[in-house]
């Protein structure tokens, strides 16, 4: 298992940017998937984006692309999801996940096992 703290989250202006951070621990980030998911009050929790271990491959969800980027620094056991032009519909609680190895389904939640608590990030418009 690796543990997983999130860290970033806050209140920001419609337009404005954040950096949520993934601080991993317990296991060789190295070898896990990272992803981001988010959930909004009374919605179920959906996907963001994630990327493969060695952070050549990732997939963005319809609603983030060109906004979002992630990245991971594998020396500092640390993933990053950037977060420009936000949008009031982007406030949610976000969370981290990990899984082990490379899979194609990473923007299944079922394919997570590791969870960070979650970090929220409000959108004021």
């Known amino acids: 298992q690796v543990q997983l703290v999130e860290s970033g989250g806050g209140l920001v202006q419609a337009g404005g940017s954040l950096r949520l951070s993934c601080a991993a621990s317990g296991r060789t980030f190295s070898r896990y998937t990272l992803g981001w998911f988010r959930q909004a009050p009374g919605k179920e929790r959906e996907f963001v984006v994630a990327m493969y271990r060695s952070g050549d491959s990732s997939n963005y969800a319809d609603s983030v692309k060109g906004r979002f980027t992630i990245s991971r620094d594998n020396d500092k056991n640390t993933g990053y999801l950037q977060m420009n032009s936000l949008k009031s519909e982007d406030t949610a609680v976000y969370y981290c996940?990990?899984?082990?190895?490379?899979?194609?389904?990473?923007?299944?939640?079922?394919?997570?096992?590791?969870w960070g608590q979650g970090t929220q990030v409000t959108v004021s418009s």
């Open positions: 996940a990990a899984a082990y190895g490379d899979f194609p389904n990473k923007a299944s939640r079922a394919a997570y096992n590791n």
